[in-house]
């Protein structure tokens, strides 16, 4: 059974990395065609994905986040990251970690709010 698990902190401050982990288990993230993603809903508004990283170690970003965006990842810890940098308030959301390949699965989401 795959599951996947976000954690970090629910609150951080205007200006700073907001850094999330995805904890993977079921699956080995390196396993063929898997791809590894972020995606995040803001209040009252719609899912907004963010960037992946697959299973050969490529990433790709949201042209609108690209430039404050990095995911990587520690196939020793079955994890993948996203570091969010200079955040304002619009990037207060939940945030969940997708894993897809033939069929998908969801992290729970975790709340962030950005505010000072």
């Known amino acids: 059974q795959v599951q996947l698990q976000e954690s970090g902190p629910g609150l951080v401050k205007p200006s700073q990395t907001l850094s999330l982990t995805c904890t993977v288990s079921?699956?080995?993230?390196?396993?063929?065609?898997?791809?590894w993603s972020w995606i995040r809903q803001p209040p009252g508004k719609g899912l907004e994905w963010i960037g992946y990283?697959?299973?050969?170690?490529?990433?790709y970003y949201s042209p609108s986040l690209k430039s404050r965006t990095s995911i990587s990842r520690d196939t020793s810890k079955n994890q993948f990251t996203l570091q969010l940098s200079s955040v304002t308030p619009e990037d207060t959301a939940v945030y969940y970690c997708?894993?897809?390949?033939?069929?998908?699965?969801w992290g729970q989401g975790t709340q962030v709010t950005v505010s000072s």
């Open positions: 079921g699956v080995s993230i390196t396993i063929n065609y898997y791809y």
């Open positions: 997708w894993g897809s390949s033939f069929d998908d699965y």
């Open positions: 990283i697959n299973y050969s170690g490529s990433t």
